[in-house]
């Protein structure tokens, strides 16, 4: 029922913008990629290796000078050992965390796996200084740049690099714009069990920083309040976000949970940058599943697994086309530490070649875990 809601919706939009006679404007495009990756704790132990093609198509339609449209599809072939692990792997790929399910895996058997998501499908409206927008949407409330806490809506994971246009809400938005500086937001999202997070947010400039403040209701659980920046310090960036989670629940004992983070950012004369953010949180949440880490369904109060962490990032241009990068976050709580190498250079026009190495280690009771992952990926846009 939820997934005919939508398509009726996405039918209506699309109907009305072909049949304007003065505007029938669409625009296409997307990308296409091959990312084989490696899985193993040392080279001496087993290897577990998957490819991934990844087709994403961005549709967009403009009825008028005040309504918009978007329809965006990810299509993803899996092949490899973890798709051979069992149905817990498709069925974790093809799950939809959204209130209607528009996530199908339309083959999947025991060496491969083709799934189909709609991650994007709204209809915008937007007069004067008055925008709403209704749909499948990303709504980004994040300053910082590598944990959001104040992105409620749809948090990411940082080491999801492949999904760069990241997770979306089933949404209705609304935002109001008193002057160029400035916005009021109000928005309401439901979950796939009808979980509703509604909160709102109000954004204006200060002496050079974006400042902004959130409360709202989250997952039907945790009530939350928030506050967040950005601006400079000289030449160097400075942001930062903070969230309170208290639960909802009179009954409840667990307590409220905060997550305070904020970090610099510099650019250098010769187009090198480099990046530092800490974050502390008062109940780190527990990370049972590593999985989760690249899910994109970690809700914003459950980005900490340490009640301190660190990050540090460094990319340099060694050539006009070849681009070097290495990041690394410190996690005490769990003795651990990631570190993760890069490498980017375009083959040809609109062609890139990247290679990405993951390095997480830590230490649970008494054993020392470690996980290697690399990555080899060949992505055209067009």
């Not at 796996?113 to 994007?120: Q, V």
């Not at 005490?332 to 980017?344: E, H, I």
């Not at 390095?359 to 992952?373: G, M, P, Q, V, Y």
Request: glycine residues 8%; proline residues 3%.
């Amino acid at each position: 029922m939820k997934r005919n809601l939508i398509f009726i919706f996405f039918l209506i939009s699309a109907g009305s913008a072909l049949s304007q006679e003065k505007s029938k404007f669409l625009t296409l495009n997307g990308y296409l990629s091959t990312m084989q990756s490696v899985m193993f704790d040392s080279l001496s132990g087993p290897f577990v290796n998957e490819n991934l093609i990844h087709n994403r198509l961005n549709l967009k339609g403009y009825v008028n000078d005040h309504i918009t449209f978007a329809a965006e599809f990810r299509n993803r072939l899996f092949t490899g050992d973890m798709v051979r692990s069992g149905r817990s792997y498709s069925e974790m790929i093809g799950k939809d965390q959204g209130w209607a399910d528009l996530s199908w895996n339309t083959i999947n058997e025991q060496s491969f796996l083709l799934n189909t998501t709609i991650d994007r499908i709204w209809m915008d409206f937007n007069y004067g200084k008055f925008q709403a927008r209704a749909g499948r949407q990303r709504i980004n409330w994040g300053q910082t740049l590598v944990w959001n806490p104040n992105d409620i809506f749809n948090a990411y994971s940082f080491f999801d690099f492949d999904y760069v246009e990241r997770p979306g809400s089933d949404a209705i938005r609304l935002q109001f714009y008193p002057n160029f500086s400035s916005a009021l937001e109000l928005a309401v999202k439901a979950d796939y069990e009808d979980h509703v997070t509604a909160a709102a947010l109000y954004r204006f400039n200060k002496s050079g920083y974006d400042i902004q403040f959130l409360a709202g209701y989250v997952n039907s659980k945790d009530m939350v309040a928030g506050a967040g920046w950005s601006g400079a310090i000289g030449s160097v960036s400075f942001r930062g976000e903070a969230s309170w989670f208290q639960p909802a629940k009179k009954n409840s004992d667990t307590g409220g949970t905060g997550l305070f983070t904020f970090g610099f950012d510099k650019v250098f004369k010769n187009n090198s940058t480099t990046q530092i953010q800490l974050m502390y949180c008062n109940k780190p949440a527990d990370l049972s599943i590593f999985t989760a880490l690249y899910s994109g369904n970690l809700p914003a109060r459950d980005l900490a697994f340490s009640k301190f962490s660190a990050f540090g990032q460094y990319s340099y241009p060694v050539t006009p086309l070849l681009n070097l990068s290495v990041s690394a976050m410190w996690f005490p709580d769990l003795k651990g530490y990631f570190a993760g190498p890069s490498l980017d250079y375009p083959l040809a026009e609109n062609v890139d070649f990247s290679i990405f190495w993951q390095h997480f280690e830590s230490k649970i009771s008494t054993d020392l875990a470690r996980i290697n992952i690399g990555f080899l990926r060949v992505k055209y846009s067009f």
